[in-house]
């Protein structure tokens, strides 16, 4: 019985010197290129998290755009917070408005969707998604790692006249803010998206699901 007892108490603790480890790099922009032909660059941040595996680019249909997003947050204060799960893109047809289908990548499996934020409409002119910035609670928080907890998004019109606004998810409060992407050249905007997730590490191991994202932008 002490030995079982002891088993339980120093598992977790364990965890808590956990270090990441190397997974396969992201896939590259030319497998996105044959959905997306017009990808003319991907944006990403630094300082986000590093565990877990790069799920697949997903795409909006051709022809749409990022114009807004939904995260999928587990609340806070739960036994093992996890935060940030997954990012969807809600994509918008450039030419009517009408709404297309969303883009995700990997998802984690805890937490409910929130959202749309959506960019707003500039004047006559729809603004869209050109860079982001993720809110990452550093690697080395004691007992719970939750990584990423929320995100902004940076919109402008296609023909950058409208300068940039910024809206953000209503995530949880840990970490802070890495700093923005590069943005979308003039022209262009965010059209694709790709996930990096811890999956779920089973009972008694601390997990933090949506760790980094990349997004992609395509030319009008």
Request: hydrophobic fraction near 35%.
């Amino acid at each position: 019985m002490e030995a079982f007892l002891f088993f339980l108490f120093v598992l977790p603790a364990t965890e808590l010197a956990k270090v990441p480890t190397l997974h396969e790099a992201p896939p590259t922009i030319e497998s996105l290129k044959a959905n997306r032909a017009n990808v003319i660059q991907i944006i990403s941040v630094s300082n986000a998290g590093s565990w877990g595996d790069w799920g697949l680019w997903d795409n909006c249909p051709q022809g749409s755009y990022a114009n807004g997003f939904r995260i999928k947050v587990e609340p806070e204060n739960v036994l093992d917070e996890t935060s940030v799960n997954s990012i969807c893109l809600e994509c918008v047809y450039a030419d009517s408005g009408q709404i297309a289908n969303r883009a995700c990548s990997s998802e984690g499996p805890w937490g409910q969707w929130r959202g749309p934020y959506n960019c707003p409409m500039i004047g006559y002119s729809r603004s869209y998604i050109v860079g982001f910035s993720l809110k990452n609670q550093k690697e080395g928080r004691i007992r719970d790692e939750t990584a990423i907890n929320n995100m902004q998004a940076l919109c402008r019109t296609f023909d950058g006249t409208s300068g940039i606004t910024m809206i953000e998810g209503n995530g949880n409060s840990h970490g802070t803010y890495t700093a923005f992407s590069s943005t979308c050249p003039t022209g262009s905007a965010v059209c694709a998206i790709m996930t990096r997730v811890e999956p779920d590490r089973g009972n008694l191991i601390d997990d933090t699901a949506l760790n980094d994202a990349q997004l992609a932008c395509c030319t009008l």
